[in-house]
């Protein structure tokens, strides 16, 4: 069964740096992309970013370039979202969400989901 | 970036109702490309549809996707209590990824 377990919920102040993580079962880790989503309180879906763990080949969305950094450890299966100096406009859910792929090729859909890790940044 | 508007926003419909949901993108994009998904208050999002067209593993085929281009309508034939629900689109293109800001499918 594929799974995808994230790291649990985060209390932060401003200014301070956070790791969270999201660890996949049941596939092969490194042959699929995982991207992360944000999403705010009370409003939609955002992409932020995608990672294959194979390589590290990493593409962000503009919105986030330079506010974020995803990473992959493929020893251990789990990829990462992590920021340097939170702002309380970070508050939000973020899910991180595997890419399909299939014999054929992959439609860019994201298949299977994390539960959410909620970070919550308040002084 | 190709942005996508869903309308309406808010879809107030019975059980048992039809109800149909519109995605619409800045550009065009590929069908092979265009998928929707399902969210319920607290849980994560679920795949629908992808391709623009077929259905996710495990997905009623009271959900049905259509559409090409610019236009793309996501379909739920009769709706169930469990269908209450907000419904994105998503595309890519470009390595990049975009939602739509989301329609609220509400019991009337």
């Known amino acids: 069964e594929v799974q995808l377990v994230q790291s649990g919920a985060e209390v932060k102040k401003p200014g301070e740096s956070l790791k969270i993580s999201c660890k996949g079962s049941g596939y092969s880790f490194t042959s699929y992309w995982i991207g992360w989503v944000r999403q705010m309180p009370g409003k939609g879906l955002e992409w932020m970013g995608i990672i294959y763990p194979g390589d590290s080949d990493t593409r962000y969305s503009p919105s986030f370039q330079g506010q974020v950094t995803i990473s992959a450890d493929k020893s251990i299966s789990t990829a990462y979202l992590q920021w340097s100096s939170l702002k309380a406009s970070d508050t939000a859910m973020y899910y991180c969400?595997?890419?399909?792929?299939?014999?054929?090729?992959?439609?860019?859909?994201?298949?299977?989901w994390g539960q959410g890790t909620l970070v919550t940044v308040s002084s | 970036e190709i942005v996508l508007t869903q309308s309406p926003g808010t879809l107030s419909l019975s059980p048992g109702e039809r109800a149909t949901l519109s995605c619409r993108a800045s550009?065009?994009?590929?069908?092979?490309?265009l998928a929707w998904y399902q969210q319920k208050p607290g849980q994560a999002p679920r795949l629908l549809i992808y391709g623009a067209s077929s259905r996710a593993t495990g997905i009623p085929d009271r959900f049905s996707g259509s559409g090409s281009g610019t236009d793309f309508t996501l379909t739920i034939s009769r709706l169930e209590p469990e269908d209450f629900a907000v419904y994105y689109c998503?595309?890519?293109?470009?390595?990049?990824?975009?939602f739509g800001q989301g329609t609220k499918v509400e019991i009337k």
């Open positions: 998503q595309q890519y293109g470009s390595s990049s990824w975009t």
């Open positions: 550009q065009s994009v590929s069908s092979s490309y």
């Open positions: 969400a595997r890419q399909d792929d299939y014999v054929w090729g992959s439609y860019r859909a994201f298949d299977y």
